[in-house]
């Protein structure tokens, strides 16, 4: 431009305008493209890094035994894995962008001032000290304003969240004009400090557009004067304008790249916070299984799968002998038959709180069928968390085929163990997933037999889309009792030697129980099943019953043996009696 | 018309960029600041005209002065560009805060007018409309609405008046080269369109893609157990995986679109500016046109493209704003369903009338799920009443139906002999109050709680008195007494504290009948015995209802109603009803674990 304007002047017949006009056509060409080119690259390479941290976290969350999510709110988590992750994708993305453009901006349009008139390039550059010093002056303001708005819609949101689920008390106690009144002050609050804010932020912007108005006109005014002395052709100084425009725009945006870093660097901590507890959570632990954790650089933990792991109906795989673990292979004595199960002078607590099992033992024979009854929070789902070992026992208390379970790797104890617990979780998925898992060898037989045993194949059926409707927020709705059924099916299909049901049966009713139990008794013969249950019905049926009490054991016997005992499971019978009569009065 | 509330999709659905019908309701939440408004409005002719001043004067710089070698007459346009710049900073300064403010504004009387009308509605709403969802409606759907003020309205119109401003000096400055400059709008138009439209399909894209990914994650955390029990780890996490690589696949495409529309701008832009030199360069050699002429016209230029490129973005944020307005008016338009009679029946001075009646009441939450059937009964003044039965028998629905929570499908419930549905709303839950045992307190000091609705006539002395009956004397003992503050849900007391302080609550809201909703969990025996002198204290008196979950109160009643399949099974005093040995006698024997009374 410059070129051609000075060609203009001095040789006004003769400029060779078109070629220049061709060579900023070309430039702009150019500098798009590049600008494209690289925009590409370095978007798609964070986006790429925020893809792979959102796996790595995945992945790490994977190995958290359940006392991590009792201790973090899924809400937590989730704020974390969205907000925290986009922030630090803000901080890769566009703070590298812009960090990296501005320094290329400031540089070039450097050398090309200096190039034109070393004088000028001083003169234009007079505000910008001015302009830095103004601009983090001003971050911080609107940081400190921006974070007492922020809380302030905190205190907000709680008051709506407050009233709004305590709405049966607002209502009656006529609170509605002190809730109104009361969310009145908050919002007003509230606006006091946007507006803060505002008059913050509304300064700002145009006063950086003053700095750099002046700047121009610094240039004007000087530069103008040497155009005037002959020191500076006019061309020289409508390109030295336009470098400047170039200049402003990076330095303007430069609180707010600032407050992007400033953010992304704190929701990375967040993110490590979450990614490290595995080290504290996990030495002692879940160690022993499938996924092993390690440290790679930047102290991203990466889980790298035990290979080699393939786990079909009743076979199990795995390779892992690391650590003095067991080897358990295809065939193996501990799978071949039913294992029975034994608990050994178990006593457990969780964390901080009082003992939940004091020196609990029982046993169950292979082949053998065992209940486990006793009121409300006398421990049974505790006993079937420690033989899953999704809370981790005591080394040397809970033994499975005679192994001590913790010394067992992982999948090989899961694989043989069907744990069905009490809570029918079930994924927005299609039936049919809900129960195969995704596990190899599973045909359509497999699935319906395992359903039709677990006494919810025709029910199933008779949905629109049957074993593929989908269930979940959006998709069907099951009945408490219905999940619980499709979660007894997912057990069964892995068809496990030891079969652990927890209150398996709670949201089914008890004509349906004993339907189920005595489908189980023929499909699951030969197998050795515990039975956590508050239906002594169910017990009943079971080759011996063991009874707790505030986490001991307290009577072990047949069914009929404890009723006449008299202790606490004949007076748990009798409540059952009562229930059933009120239920059929 | 179908109900926009119980449409889960809604929550992403784009809205129509302008819906009139919308339109109109949001100039009528922005009626009351149309102060405001119209002072941002004049800012905008006065603030493009200041704009459009700066390449005038660089104009009459180069031309009348620098090339004029005119050095007095340079520091003078020098000194008037320092006065435009000054002024423009003051104006723009003024505009945006008044954008802010007219949006925070609207924001906040929107806010109050739906936690307003929140509160007035029924219990049945809250029951179809989870809490989540309707704080997204107080709080981010109101910042979308504002956005359509600030971002899109204000914004279109200071474009607009930009537009003709600059497109006016551009003729007025040379007409053959402004056709130069209009020759690029075609071109300039159909990619932004197309490439905005692209954009806006790319970004639902990513969006509909991040949900999924989030619902995955979500259920992932909640259902780790079940992953880990059947090793299904590696599975899942190539689940997870392929999710992430399409969000990151159709984000990146929306960065391209996004990226490619600015860079093409930017290169038209420059092939403008290429034409207009070449153009501008042979007119200034045919001397018809002046240096400073196409300088300014040059920078008058970029000031044309601006807002086109812009354009774009505003319409897709004026489509969030409309679905997020019309999810608002929509809650805004819903009647409450139980509102007080237009005309309020006349209290009876002094009736013979029952305190309480139902009379052949059925209810039903759901369709036909009846929890009430028939069913009939009624408490004399001063008598003291206790209603048992089994869980899910339709115990406190009863209290729900008697302070019009929700109205009976069939029959009547009187209050001193006057149908509740022919009440004062309001002075009907006041005269018969609701006391839930085991509830909600609200973040505020002790007393704030004790004095929840109560009006301000409770004395100190009555409020102590309260305390005391209620044997919440443990307030005393707290740091600062009465005035100390609640946490969160009454974080910092105990369950069984809460329970009295729930019980002085009552005590000093003081309601002529009393319905009391005991509390479900159990608590230390020392709480207990505690929590039962107080209820006696409470109870003493008074007409009231027990709704008894634990049987161990009932004792004391006057009279125990024994619910039973949405009826009243049987009735009396306890001994009456031990010796009848029917429900209640089992009842009662199973409350007190299986040993006979």
Redesign the interface.
Known sequence: ?KR??DA??TH??T?P??Y???L??L???G???A??GS??AI??GC??I??DL??DL??A??????KF?AEHS?GD??TR??SDLSAVRSLLGFGAISLVSTTFAVVGVLVAMLAVDRWLTLWALAPYPVLLILARRFNLRVNERTEAAQDQ?SV?????????????????????P???AD??QA??E??RL??AL??T???F???M??IA??GT?VV??AG??A??DGRLS?GA??AFNGYLAYLAGPTVGLGWTLSIVRRGLTSMQRLQEVIEAVARDLPGTVVAG??RPAWTEGGLIQVR?VSG?A?GAGAVRADCTEGGLIEVRPGSDMLAAAPGLRVSHLTFAYAGRPAVLRDVSFEVAPGETVALVGPTGSGKSTVGLLL?R?WEPPPDTVFLGGHDVTKLP??SL??ALG?V?QEG?L??RSIEENIS???DGMGPGTLRGAAEVAGVADEVERLPDGFGAVVG??GLTLSGGQRQRVTLA?ALT?DPPVLVLDDAFASVDAAKEEEILTNLRTALAGRTVLLMTHRLRAARAAHRIVVLDAGRVVETGAHDDLVRAGGLYA??W??QQ??E???R? | MPDPFYD?ESEERLGRAFDRRLIQRLVQAAHPHRGLIGGSMLLFPMLALAELA?PWL?KI??DD???Q???LG??RV?GL??VV??I??GL???E??LM??TG??V??DL??AI??H???LE?RF?DRNP?GR??TR??SDVEAVSEAFTSGLFAVVADVITLVGVIAVMLWIDWRLTLVTFAIVPPLALIAVYFRLNARDAYREVRRRLARL??F?????????????????????E???RL??D??RS??RS??WE??LY??V??L???A???L??YG??R??AESLT?GAL?AFIQYTNRFFLPIRDLGAKYTVMQWAMASSERIFGLLDRQPEIVAPAAAAPRPARSSAPALEFVGVSFAYEADAWVLRDCSFSVAPGERVAIVG?TGEGKTTCA?LL?R?YDVRQGRVLVDGVDVREWEL?SL??HV????QD??L??GTVEDNLR??ADGTVSPVELARAIETARAGFVTQLPKGLGEPLG??GANVSYGQRQLLAIARALV?NPAVLVLDEAMSSVDPESEALIRQAMSGLLAGRTSITIAHRLSTVHTADRILVL?RGRV?EEGTHAELLRHA??YA??Y??QR???PA
């Open positions: 431009m051609a304007i203009l002047q006004p017949a400029a305008v078109g220049d006009v061709a900023i056509v430039f702009a060409v500098n798009g493209v600008r494209l925009r590409f978007t798609g986006q790429r925020e893809a959102r796996n995945y992945a969350l994977q190995t958290f035994p359940p999510y899924t988590l989730m894995a969205t819609l907000l949101s709680a008051r709506v969240q407050e009233y709004l689920s305590g709405m049966s008390v607002v209502r009656a106690y006529t609170l509605e002190r809730a109104r969310f009145g919002n007003r509230y606006l946007s507006l505002a008059r932020q509304a300064g912007a145009p006063a557009g003053l108005g002046v006109l004007l005014w103008g004067r155009v005037v006019l100084l409508v499938a996924l799968p792991m786990i899953a999704l992982l999948p899961r694989a744990y617990p979780f994924f927005s898992l995704g596990r927020e959006r997912r892995g007076r748990l009798r409540i009562l229930e009569e009120i239920a009065a | 889960p700066q660089l710089a180069i002065h620098i090339l070698s005119d050095w340079l520091t020098a560009y320092i710049l000054l423009l900073y723009r300064t003024l945006s805060y802010e403010l925070q504004r924001i906040h806010r109050e936690f307003g929140l509160v007035s219990a809250f809490v309707l704080m107080v709080l989030n619902g994650l979500q259920e992932s955390l909640q259902g780790m157990a079940v992953i880990q029990l059947f090793v299904r780890e590696r599975h899942e996490r689940r997870f995986g992430n690589s969000y990151r984000l990146f960065t391209r990226s490619s860079a093409s930017e290169a832009g420059s092939i500016l290429a034409l030199i070449w360069g042979r200034i050699v240096f300088v089994a729900r302070n929570s309001a839950r006041r109050g609701i006391i839930f509830s909600v609200f973040a929840l609705g969160e849900r809201y039973h099974h029917d429900l089992r009842l024997e199973l674990g299986g040993a």
